[in-house]
């Protein structure tokens, strides 16, 4: 069933199965208008966070949709999280990445101004960049059926990369995708007492080799995904389905969103 992402008052968050709730704007434009859901059809609910609730279309017009819960259910935030840390990209190349790591279940994303960056975020940059990821992610998430928006953090320049990662310490493990590593993701043991996972994507270049030593003396392990080497846009995708299979993510279903638990 379709998913959408309404602003709803806290009290209708709360409602139960047989109540109505009612949604506007435009994610309600969508719903009637675009996708032409009418009542009697299903349709989900969520706030972004984990709650969802299933219910079905009792109205439904331009300006306002009413749906009766059908039931409540909540996703769990996997552990370990996984975060994409991604160097900005040209062309909608990191657009791109933001957008197929959410469709596969990123947590957290983190904009990253590497040296070799091509593209810049100055000034009001920083936030409109930040803001259109969010976007990007939260578009993502609704059209995976995702219940959980992944976060999308602001700009960090390499110096803020490097206290980041050294400030997690043993709590994270961070990986930084090198082609020249000899580490390999597929067969890197990961610990199981963290609470995140953190996927480090350079640009275009690639990542600076004093960069690189920076990060790998803050703790971060350089890892290789295989033998060919990957666009910024495809390497965190790459990485992230090789962790969620290694995880167990895909094999349970609420580990995706999709699933959860009933309330």
């Not at 279940?105 to 100055?122: E, H, K, L, N």
């Not at 090789?242 to 638990?261: K, P």
């Amino acid at each position: 069933m379709p998913l959408y992402l309404p602003e709803l008052t806290a009290a209708a968050w709360q409602a139960s199965i047989g109540d109505t709730v009612a949604f506007s704007g435009t994610e309600a434009r969508h719903a009637a208008i675009v996708r032409r859901l009418g009542p009697g059809e299903a349709i989900t609910l969520a706030d972004g966070a984990g709650l969802a609730l299933d219910g079905e279309i009792v109205t439904a017009d331009r300006d306002r949709v009413t749906v009766r819960v059908t039931g409540r259910r909540r996703a769990r935030a996997p552990r370990p999280g996984l975060v994409l840390v991604q160097a900005l990209g040209k062309g909608g190349r990191d657009e791109l990445a933001v957008q197929s790591c959410t469709e596969a279940g990123v947590d957290a994303i983190v904009p990253w101004q590497a040296s070799r960056c091509v593209s810049v975020w100055r000034d009001h940059k920083r936030e409109t960049g930040r803001q259109r990821w969010a976007s990007i992610a939260r578009e993502a998430s609704k059209q995976s059926l995702r219940p959980r928006v992944p976060a999308v953090c602001p700009l960090h320049t390499t110096v803020g990369l490097v206290d980041a990662v050294t400030g997690r310490g043993r709590l994270a493990l961070a990986l930084v995708l090198d082609p020249e590593a000899q580490a390999s993701l597929a067969e890197l043991p990961l610990p199981a007492d963290v609470d995140e996972i953190a996927v480090i994507v350079g640009p275009e270049g690639g990542i600076a080799p004093d960069e690189l030593a920076r990060l790998r003396a803050a703790g971060a392990r350089g890892v290789r995904l295989g033998p060919t080497v990957l666009r910024t846009s495809s390497a965190g995708l790459a990485a992230i389905a090789v962790l969620s299979a290694r995880l167990g993510r895909w094999t349970r279903r609420d580990a995706a969103g999709r699933g959860g638990r009933a309330e």
